[in-house]
């Protein structure tokens, strides 16, 4: 697997793949890969060739009292891991290449961006979707591959996508989780093993609003409520928001009659986590994927 540090460079391969009429598909990461991100690596695998993963740390996504400086960076297994998973080549430029000095235009996505994860994280979709629409500029891929991990980010890029006339098509990959649960993220490493085992409460109360929803509940504050009441249990979690929103704005719900998601973010110890489950009407029923 070939790695490629410069944007001329895979500009010139991704050139050379439309030319030969091949399909191009890209998983863009920011790292410290997990069977989450092999998922995608996989699916794409599948549709695509060739395929090429990024690894870019975007310091554009984090607010100043984030976690960029301590974010884990595992270069040598990452590769590996692409290696072994059939990766046609690895897109890991530094930031200046991304950012050269006098770097000035943003991408952001109305509305969408505002709420929720954009309310906690002040400018991470717009360093999200700026990132994203470059990387898309770059390597040219057909598809790109996106994981429900972070519901409200693939929603936001698929709005750009659209607004933009992006000759990318998203594909959403759903959740990767632990055996217990707890949905695998880079950031899991943060946790001792206390929080670690705290850490389920996400899962604990997706599934409780989950039992709601087969017991024929459909009244948003009710399943908010049942949410709460597991979060709350576990002394060592502070929850940012639990909430249930439509799928397409990310507003709030009385009742859920259309697609949904079920939303969480919640503190661990230190360590903010993030999971969700979608909810779907299929004829009068309604179907939750966690
Ligand atoms: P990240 O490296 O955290 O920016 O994630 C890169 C991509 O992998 C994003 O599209 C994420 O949504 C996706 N991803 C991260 N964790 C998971 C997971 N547990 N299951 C599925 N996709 C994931």
Redesign the pocket.
């Known amino acids: 697997m070939e790695t490629i540090r410069t944007v001329a460079w895979m500009k010139e391969k991704a050139r050379a793949a439309r030319q030969e009429q091949r399909i191009i598909g890209l998983v863009?990461?920011?790292?410290?890969l997990?069977a989450?991100?092999l998922?995608?690596v996989e699916r794409a695998r599948r549709e695509c060739s060739p395929v090429y993963a990024s690894i870019f740390l975007n310091p554009k996504q984090f607010a100043a009292n984030e976690d960029l400086s301590r974010y884990p960076r595992p270069l040598e297994a990452d590769v590996e891991k692409l290696t072994e998973a059939k990766v046609d080549g690895l897109f890991h430029p530094n930031a200046a290449e991304i950012y050269p000095s006098g770097f000035s235009t943003y991408v952001h996505v109305e509305g969408l961006s505002e709420r929720l994860e954009g309310r906690s994280r002040a400018g991470h979709f717009q360093g999200v979707s700026t990132v994203v629409l470059k990387l898309f500029e770059i390597v040219q891929p057909h598809y790109a591959?996106?994981?429900?991990?972070?519901a409200q980010?693939?929603r936001i890029v698929q709005q750009m996508a659209r607004d933009l006339n992006l000759d990318t098509e998203i594909v959403v990959?759903?959740?990767?989780?632990e055996a217990d649960g707890l949905?695998?993220?880079?950031r899991n490493t943060y946790l001792g093993t206390e929080d670690r085992q705290a850490a389920t409460v996400l899962h604990r109360a997706l599934r409780a609003a989950e039992n709601e929803i087969a017991a024929g509940v459909r009244d948003a504050m009710q399943l908010q409520g049942a949410m709460h009441k597991v979060l709350r249990s576990e002394p060592r979690a502070r929850v940012d928001y639990a909430e249930i929103v439509d799928a397409e704005t990310f507003e709030p719900m009385v009742r859920v009659a259309r697609r949904a998601y079920a939303v969480l973010a919640v503190y661990v110890g230190k360590t903010r986590l993030i999971d969700n489950m979608l909810i779907e009407p299929v004829g009068d029923e309604l179907r939750a994927e966690i």
């Open positions: 863009p990461t920011m790292g410290a997990h989450g991100h998922a995608l591959y996106f994981g429900r991990k972070d980010q693939v990959c759903p959740i990767v989780r949905a695998m993220s880079s």
